[in-house]
């Protein structure tokens, strides 16, 4: 029913810590792949957080949801969920898998939570405006070979894709202000958990099916993008390439043949030359490498 992903513990007594075994959903092309639900990452990125302090001792489980296991042990429930042994508890609402990271978090000072009305404001409803940019545009787009440039949209369309870029540049400006590696210092809170998987999606599926990149002139924002791909959370928690793709092209009802879905899984964790470039000049990172 599920392939497992086990994190080990971190010194100390290990019996002593509660075992958090969170189960999310496969890749829909190898149920033996971490698949490319957005909740499943943010909450798996929280718990790796506890983990990496020795709070917690995690597992975490792909689940094939259309599997007969899976629907008899649940009935019902969709990923993520999350098990707590030792107590005997079984949280399969969003709110209450975060309450309980949450609590811990506090028990043991984690500052996983700290709040930020401004980094909030930033980040909401960029996905939701990314959505709506996604479907309107591959709705635009079918039939044709190749997508279609942006400066070639309908208004009705594009003005979509300025709210998503405006709402990245406010991301921009604010990590320009702050000068910080995470959106409110240099630990990830819940907002980083939120927003980076959310920025790899947006920065896949714009590339894949969108012919939409992340402009290369947000400097602060792509160097936020090259700390996620050098955060252990995010790069443990992170889904294959194709495993994204596939998961929207299920959604979008778009066909997908064949000879994607035997690929190879491979991850995109580098970033644009030019932008790297970009990053040393203004020496935010100098000790990066080019890819």
């Not at 496969?26 to 302090?53: K, N, P, T, V």
């Amino acid at each position: 029913m599920a392939d497992a992903y086990q994190i080990q513990s971190n010194g100390g007594d290990s019996l002593s810590k509660p075992l958090l075994e969170l189960y999310v959903k496969a890749s829909g092309i190898d149920a033996r792949r971490i698949g490319a639900d957005l909740f499943c990452q943010e909450f798996w990125m929280e718990l790796y957080a506890l983990y990496e302090i020795g709070v917690a001792r995690v597992e975490v489980k792909t689940v094939n949801v259309n599997s007969e296991a899976f629907k008899k042990n649940f009935l019902g429930a969709q990923p993520p969920i999350m098990i707590e042994e030792e107590k005997e508890l079984t949280y399969t609402d969003n709110r209450e898998i975060e309450g309980r990271i949450f609590h811990l978090a506090k028990e043991f000072n984690v500052p996983l939570f700290e709040k930020d009305p401004s980094a909030e404001k930033r980040i909401e409803n960029l996905y939701r405006n990314f959505k709506l940019f996604l479907r309107a545009k591959v709705e635009f787009d079918k039939g044709k070979k190749e997508p279609s440039r942006v400066e070639d949209l309908p208004a009705q369309i594009k003005v979509h894709y300025n709210r998503v870029c405006e709402q990245l540049s406010n991301i921009d400006q604010l990590l320009s202000e702050r000068k910080t590696r995470y959106l409110l210092g240099n630990s990830m809170t819940e907002y980083d958990c939120e927003l980076m998987p959310r920025l790899h999606h947006i920065r896949i599926i714009g590339l894949s099916l969108l012919g939409f990149d992340i402009p290369h002139n947000f400097t602060h924002l792509w160097n936020y993008i090259l700390t996620a791909y050098r955060t252990a959370a995010f790069i443990e928690s992170c889904p294959a390439d194709q495993d994204i793709i596939h998961h929207y092209k299920e959604q979008l009802n778009l066909f997908t043949n064949q000879r994607e879905t035997l690929q190879s899984p491979t991850k995109t964790h580098t970033i644009p030359e030019k932008v790297l470039s970009d990053i040393r000049v203004k020496g935010l990172a100098p000790d990066v490498n080019v890819h």
